[in-house]
Every structure is written in C-alpha cells, then in structure tokens.
Nanobody
Framework: QVQLVESGGGLVQPGGSLRLSCAAS????????MGWYRQAPGKQRELVAT???????NYADSVRGRFTISRDNAKNTAYLQMNSLKVEDTAVYYC??????????WGQGTQVTVSS
C-alpha cells in the first residue's frame, strides 16, 4: 500500500505561483508513474500532468507552459510548480501514483484557490 501526502496548496492571486509537493511512502518510488490531477466544483477530475518512472512528461493543454512536474526519487517526492496561475486553475489538486502492477493510489487532495 502506498501512502501519498500532498502539501503546498493555498490562496494566491492571479498571476501568482505555488508549488505542490507529494510525499510517497514505500521503497519503490523510483518505479512509480506519478501524476497530478484536479477537480473543480461541479466538474470531473481531470489530468494536469504526469511523469513516468523513466521521466516522460505529459501536460494538459490548459497548463502546458505554465506548470512543471518533477520528481526527486531520493526524497520519494513529486512536485508540481504552478506559475502564472489563473482563476480557472482553482480546484482540489490530487497526487496519483501508479505502481508496476498498475495499482493506482491517491492522496487526500490539497485546495488551490486563485482569486483576487
């Protein structure tokens, strides 16, 4: 069982930045595919960015060029750097890990609110 704990959410003005962190338990983090998803009120959960164990990265069109996903295998942690934030980025952000057996694990979510 993989435990994921997100942190770094909060309230920020449009144009501002936040960095989310996702700390994972276990000793196989370097084999996990990691991802960030978000869910706004009244909407379905959507993919934001993913990063495979081999370093391949994928972004949603809506965040490409503004958000950066990264990972530090030595710290068992994934990150999402969010720049030039917009009001429409407001959502609960969830960390996801997929192990080599294709099991999916989710964090509890962290709220990001972009408002003036």
């Amino acid at each position: 069982q993989v435990q994921l704990v997100e942190s770094g959410g909060g309230l920020v003005q449009p144009g501002g930045s936040l960095r989310l962190s996702c700390a994972a338990s276990g000793s196989s983090f370097n084999f996990y595919h990691m991802g960030w998803y978000r869910q706004a009120p009244g909407k379905q959960r959507e993919l934001v960015a993913t990063m495979s164990s081999g370093g391949e990265i994928n972004y949603a069109d809506s965040v490409r060029g503004r958000f950066t996903i990264s990972r530090d295998n030595a710290k068992n942690t994934a990150y999402l750097q969010m720049n030039s934030l917009k009001v429409e980025d407001t959502a609960v952000y969830y960390c996801n890990a997929q192990d080599v057996f294709l099991n999916n694990y989710w964090g509890q979510g962290t709220q990001v609110t972009v408002s003036s």
